[in-house]
C-alpha cells in the first residue's frame, strides 16, 4: 500500500477538484441562457437565417460548457437539432451543411464532458451550481424544459388549421394542450425561484431513452394497429421510464386512456381516424 506522501505531485493535482465560486455559476447560467434563447428565437425564423443563428447557438453553448455550465449546453444541441433536421431538412440536405450542423451539434457536448474530467486541466472541473436566486433549480429548470417542448410543439403545429367557427380544426386540440403544458411549465419555474428545494441531479438515461421509444412504437404502430392498440402500448411502454412501476395500474390507465382518445378524437373532435386494425 502506499500512502500520499509517495504519490507524484501530478497525481495529486489530478485528483483534486476545482470549486466554482457564486460568479462562475452565475456567468455560466447567463450564456448557457443565451445559447438556448438564441436556438429557440431560431426555429421561428425562415430556413437561411435559422441554420446560422443555431449554429451561433451551439457555439455559445460550447462556451458556457467550457465555463461551467452542464444544462443549457445539453439543451441548445437538441433545439438546434430539431430546427436543423425537422424543420428545415431541405435546407441542410445531405453534403457539407449538413456534415458542419453536425459537428456544432456534437461540440457543446463534447466540451462539456471534457471540461469535466480534466481532460484540458491537470484537475478536475466540479460543474458549476445554480445560481443563489434560483432556490430549486430542479422545478426552474425542470419547468424551463417543459416550457422549450411547448415552444417545439407550437412550432410543429403551426401550419395546421386552427378553430373555424364553432367546428374543431385539426389545429386546435394540440394548440389547447400546449398552451396548458406552456402555463403548467411557467408555475414550476416559478416555484423553483420562490420555493426552496433540492438541487439538480445527474441525468438519468433510462427515462427519457423509454420514453422516446415508447412515442417510436407509437408512430410505428398507429396506422397497422389503430388508435386504440397504439395508445395502450404507448402507455406500456412508456411507464418502464421507471423503476416504481405498478403494471397492473399502468394497464387499467392504458385501457381508460386508449378509450378517451377513441371518443375524443373521432367524435369530439371529428377526425377521421382509424380505432382498430385492418387485416
Do not use: K
Not at 87 to 94: E, F, H
Not at 202 to 220: C, E, I, K, M, N
Amino acid at each position: 500500500m502506499t500512502d500520499s506522501a509517495g504519490s507524484s505531485p501530478r497525481a495529486v493535482v489530478a485528483n483534486s477538484h476545482l470549486e466554482p465560486t457564486e460568479a462562475e455559476s452565475l456567468n455560466a447560467f447567463a450564456v448557457g441562457l443565451v445559447g438556448l434563447v438564441l436556438a429557440t428565437v431560431a426555429i421561428f425564423l425562415p430556413a437561411d437565417y435559422a441554420i446560422g443563428l443555431s449554429c451561433v447557438a451551439c457555439l455559445v453553448a460550447a462556451f458556457g460548457a467550457w465555463i461551467g455550465d452542464r444544462f443549457f449546453s445539453g439543451a441548445t444541441p437538441i433545439m438546434a437539432a430539431f430546427n436543423w433536421y425537422l424543420l428545415n431538412p431541405a435546407a441542410v440536405g445531405r453534403g457539407v451543411v449538413f456534415a458542419l450542423t453536425f459537428v456544432f451539434l456534437l461540440l457543446p457536448f463534447a466540451v462539456m464532458v471534457f471540461r469535466f474530467r480534466g481532460t484540458f486541466t491537470e484537475a478536475r472541473i466540479v460543474p458549476v451550481q445554480a445560481p443563489a436566486f434560483m432556490r430549486n433549480p430542479q422545478d426552474f429548470l425542470g419547468g424551463l424544459a417543459l416550457l422549450e417542448i411547448a415552444l417545439i410543439a407550437w412550432r410543429a403545429t403551426a401550419e395546421l388549421p386552427g378553430q373555424q367557427g364553432f367546428a374543431f380544426g385539426p389545429g386546435t386540440a394540440p394548440r389547447l394542450f400546449i398552451g396548458l403544458l406552456a402555463l403548467n411549465a411557467l408555475a414550476i419555474m416559478a416555484t423553483g425561484l420562490f420555493t426552496a428545494g433540492p438541487m439538480h441531479e445527474r441525468y438519468q438515461v433510462r427515462g427519457p431513452l423509454v420514453v422516446t421509444a415508447a412515442v417510436l412504437v407509437f408512430a410505428a404502430t398507429i396506422r397497422p394497429l389503430g388508435l386504440i392498440i397504439s395508445t395502450f402500448l404507448l402507455v406500456l411502454f412508456s411507464s418502464g421510464a421507471t423503476r416504481e412501476v405498478n403494471w397492473i395500474q399502468t394497464v387499467i390507465w392504458g385501457a381508460i386512456l386508449s378509450a378517451f382518445c377513441a371518443f375524443l378524437f373521432p367524435y369530439v373532435l371529428n377526425l377521421p381516424m382509424q380505432l382498430w386494425p385492418r387485416f
